[in-house]
């Protein structure tokens, strides 16, 4: 009888010791295999993110004013292929009045506009402005229109008072960021990045106008930066 019970609790013992090492090892293997898998969840991320592709601007219409203009040397050097249609002093309503200089839309492959801080007091200035990029998504179907955010003048700006003179910048921009809203191509960017001080003036300039020579570079990568950075969304 003895050796009866003693058998039974040996082979009683024995099953609780296997169903603990089963239990053990289930659990372990769960939380390996969870490890696992997010492991694996990182890495397709990281490497979708090291993947995106880079909007490539050769090819690109850049338009605009002396910012574009003196921006021209950069930008073909980067984009040999890219038109660049600037000039220096003018408002929007000279490019609505020779739109039809401007290539054709197989010719192009975007658009990057900089526009409006000459006459940014001027009651026709916005209304030209809104003109431009209306006529800019007609032509330019099937294509991207990027339209960049005015700079604002810096403190040694002398042709009116830079503090009121930013301040209608500022609302210049606001305007023109909700408009651009209208559209599905058409995305409003800042390429100020690094160029405007914390208290809100152009940085590097020479005349309180335009961006220094040496700072052009810095520019152009703040403009392939901004866009590059819309499109991994």
């Not at 503090?163 to 910048?169: D, G, Q, R």
């Not at 300039?205 to 220094?212: K, R």
Request: aromatic share 12%.
């Amino acid at each position: 009888m003895r050796k009866r019970k003693t058998k039974f609790w040996v082979a009683f013992s024995i099953l609780l010791v296997a169903a603990g090492i089963f239990i053990f090892t289930a659990k372990d293997l769960s939380i390996h295999g969870y490890d696992e898998q997010t492991s694996k969840e990182d890495s397709v991320s990281q490497s979708t993110n090291s993947n995106v592709e880079k909007v490539n601007l050769d090819g690109y219409l850049f338009l605009g004013d002396s910012y574009t203009f003196l921006l021209k040397e950069t930008i073909e050097s980067h984009n040999p292929k890219a038109s660049v249609c600037a000039k220096s002093g003018v408002e929007p309503v000279y490019w609505n009045e020779n739109f039809n200089t401007l290539p054709d839309n197989e010719q192009v492959n975007g658009v990057v506009l900089l526009i409006g801080v000459n006459g940014v007091t001027y009651d026709d200035n916005l209304p030209n402005k809104k003109m431009l990029i209306d006529s800019l998504v007609e032509k330019y179907q099937g294509k991207t229109i990027y339209v960049q955010k005015v700079f604002p003048v810096g403190e040694n700006f002398e042709n009116a008072n830079p503090v009121t003179f930013n301040a209608a910048i500022k609302s210049h921009n606001e305007e023109i960021e909700n408009y651009c809203q209208k559209y599905d191509n058409v995305i409003f960017i800042d390429s100020t990045k690094d160029l405007v001080t914390d208290d809100g003036y152009l940085k590097y300039t020479y005349d309180g106008l335009h961006i220094s020579t040496d700072k052009q570079e810095v520019f152009y990568n703040n403009i392939e930066d901004a866009i590059n950075n819309i499109n991994q969304f």
